[in-house]
């Protein structure tokens, strides 16, 4: 019996040093050690042998078990730190490698070209005045002598609240009324930046919604002489050297008189093309002197002060500069337009 046992443990470590991997291990656990494995008969042997020879072989036999015991132990260990090994050299990562740059994003188109804006003015003393999108029909109507039915009020439609007399402003005019209520009878160069809504057929031409910029100055000696030439810089600033100006009379309820803001077309330098339809001109803004009414109506005596004011879209200009034909671009949400800018 000894001898088989011996032969068995020789046989027993071979095969676990062969093992490969944990199922290798665990197939020979149950082929040696486990209940039906190979030493179990012999433990049935030892209850037949003579009396004196079982303490001997009793003996043995617990060594042996013990040592393949430890010997699989010692295997599983050396097993797995194999596995850590091969791991680590397979997962290894090169801190030195440069880290992958952060996406930091840009300026929407609108707002790239509002800030442009602002710079410019900013250099006449114009501050930026801000003012909420949603109004009253009070401020974005009545205050700018736009009265209840006043056919004005087609061109001007917009979204309404549930709230009666609510809405979402058609321009940012609303709100130079609130520079002047806030600032009258101190003379104020404001431009007022913002988002503005209108009820209107979506096309490549207009949108829902649309930025918007107007500039207001109200002083005791301002002539339409100072709109002109605070049009011209802007259009020189903003288009590039040697542009011609032109004003061609117009309506607006809230100033008086009216002009339209043509300048030369950038792109045939007066010639006529499609973008300024064959006449050499393009409307880069809406003006005129501040209406009596609404300068009285912002706090200022109109006996005492004047003013003019100006409105012009923002995604227009960005178009001509950028050769957008298209103003639904802006507003659709896809970035491979926004990262041409
Ligand atoms: C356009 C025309 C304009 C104004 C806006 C204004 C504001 C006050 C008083 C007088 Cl509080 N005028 N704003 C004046 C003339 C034209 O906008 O075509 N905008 C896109």
Redesign the pocket.
């Known amino acids: 019996m000894l001898d088989a046992l011996r032969e068995l443990e020789t046989k027993a470590q071979a095969e676990l040093q062969a093992a490969a991997d944990t199922q290798a291990l665990q197939a020979w656990n149950q082929a040696y050690l486990g209940r039906k494995g190979a030493l179990a008969p012999f433990f049935q042997q030892l209850r037949d042998l003579p009396r004196e020879e079982r303490p001997l072989a009793g003996q043995t036999l617990n060594q042996v078990k013990q040592a393949l015991a430890a010997a699989l132990e010692a295997r599983q260990e050396a097993l797995k730190a194999g596995e850590r090994a091969a791991a680590m050299v397979a997962e290894a990562i090169d801190v030195t490698l440069p880290g992958r740059p952060a996406s930091i994003g840009r300026l929407h188109p609108s707002t790239a070209t509002l800030r442009r804006i602002y710079a410019i003015f900013a250099e006449m003393g114009f501050q930026v005045y801000r003012a909420p999108d949603i109004e009253t029909d009070m401020v974005n109507f009545e205050l ?1 002598n736009i009265p209840p039915h006043h056919p004005a009020r087609d061109m001007w439609d917009t979204f309404y609240t549930t709230t009666e007399g609510v809405l979402l402003r058609t ?1 940012t ?1 609303p709100g ?2 609130r520079a ?1 209520r806030e600032y009258s009878p101190e003379p104020i160069r404001v431009i007022l930046p913002g988002m503005c809504y209108r009820y209107e057929q979506v096309t490549a031409r207009s949108e829902m919604m649309f930025y ?1 910029v ?1 500039g ?1 100055a109200v002083g005791t000696e301002i002539t339409m002489t100072d709109l002109k030439g605070v049009m011209a810089e802007y259009a020189k600033r903003m288009f590039g050297e040697g542009r011609s100006m032109r004003f061609r009379a117009s309506h ?1 309820p ?2 008086e008189p ?1 002009v339209e803001v043509d300048m030369d077309c950038i792109l045939c330098k007066g010639q006529g093309c499609r973008v300024c339809k064959y006449t050499g001109w393009l409307e880069i ?4 002197m ?2 009596p009414v ?1 300068l009285r109506n ?1 706090g200022y005596d109109p006996d005492v002060y004047s003013g003019f ?5 923002v995604e227009r200009p960005a178009m001509l500069l950028h050769g957008v034909n298209d103003i639904r671009y802006f507003f659709g949400n896809d970035l491979r337009f926004a990262q041409q800018f």
């Not at 803004?285 to 005129?288: D, I, R, T």
């Not at 004011?309 to 879209?313: D, E, L, R």
Request: no cysteine; net charge negative.
């Open positions: 700018l321009h005019s130079q009324i002047m918007q107007e207001l607006f809230f100033t009216s803004a809406g003006a005129g501040v209406h609404v912002g004011a100006f409105g012009m879209g």
